[in-house]
T-cell receptor, first 113, second 111 residues
Framework: GAGVSQSPSNKVTEKGKDVELRCDPISGHTALYWYRQRLGQGLEFLIYFQGNSAPDKSGLPSDRFSAERTGESVSTLTIQRTQQEDSAVYLC???????????FGQGTRLTVV | GQQLNQSPQSMFIQEGEDVSMNCTSSSIFNTWLWYKQEPGEGPVLLIALYKAGELTSNGRLTAQFGITRKDSFLNISASIPSDVGIYFCAGRISGTYKYIFGTGTRLKVLA
């Protein structure tokens, strides 16, 4: 596609429920990133993929968080048993192998009530 | 999580003034990116820097990759009201595709 697409744009969920966030990167981009941005704060690295593998998962806050990528395309970030502290905007970005610039989607605003 | 030191944290300036912000790190980076984020939007890429000492412009924006590879600055000349937003630097750790982001500079321009 023309840009990075994330869905849903907004998600309200009850504490304890699981959620799945989706990211469609720019076509042909081999690297894909997930970041978390709490209200009024900077971007916190969660995980990145090179192709379908994830060389660095060091940013995932707990084992309730997981991510996968299939077909060097779509990625899903799953948060199990959501907590109120998980409320944030989850941003996805992608970049190509040859160029380092990472382009972001609009984000998914997650609210846990 | 890891973050770069970015300063200033916020700036209030008059329209027409020049603006300067910078990022410093204890780590060496092989790429620096500068982004602007507006409310409710994802960050938008402004400038990319690839070599130590590199100076790159994009319209009224100029950014430099520090010689030590541990810092970068962004200048905005002749600011206008639409420059309002939060500016973030991002550094890529050598040998990886991992980007670490600065804490952001919130810019407000008074007309």
């Amino acid at each position: 596609g023309a840009g990075v697409s994330q869905s849903p744009s907004n998600k309200v969920t009850e504490k304890g429920k699981d959620v799945e966030l989706r990211c469609d990167p720019i076509s042909g981009h081999t690297a894909l990133y997930w970041y978390r941005q709490r209200l009024g704060q900077g971007l916190e690295f969660l995980i990145y993929f090179q192709g379908n593998s994830a060389p660095d998962k060091s940013g995932l806050p707990s084992d309730r968080f997981s991510a996968e990528r299939t077909g060097e395309s779509v990625s899903t970030l799953t948060i199990q048993r959501t907590q109120q502290e998980d409320s944030a905007v989850y941003l996805c970005a992608s970049s190509s192998a040859g160029r380092a610039e990472a382009f972001f989607g609009q984000g998914t605003r997650l609210t846990v009530v | 999580g890891q973050q770069l030191n970015q300063s200033p944290q916020s700036m209030f300036i008059q329209e027409g003034e020049d603006v300067s912000m910078n990022c410093t790190s204890s780590s060496i980076f092989n790429t620096w990116l500068w982004y602007k984020q507006e409310p409710g939007e994802g960050p938008v890429l402004l400038i990319a820097l690839y070599k130590a000492g590199e100076l790159t412009s994009n319209g009224r924006l100029t950014a430099q990759f520090g010689i030590t590879r541990k810092d970068s600055f962004l200048n905005i000349s002749a600011s206008i009201p639409s420059d309002v937003g939060i500016y973030f630097c991002a550094g890529r750790i050598s040998g990886t595709y991992k980007y670490i982001f600065g804490t952001g500079t919130r810019l407000k321009v008074l007309a």
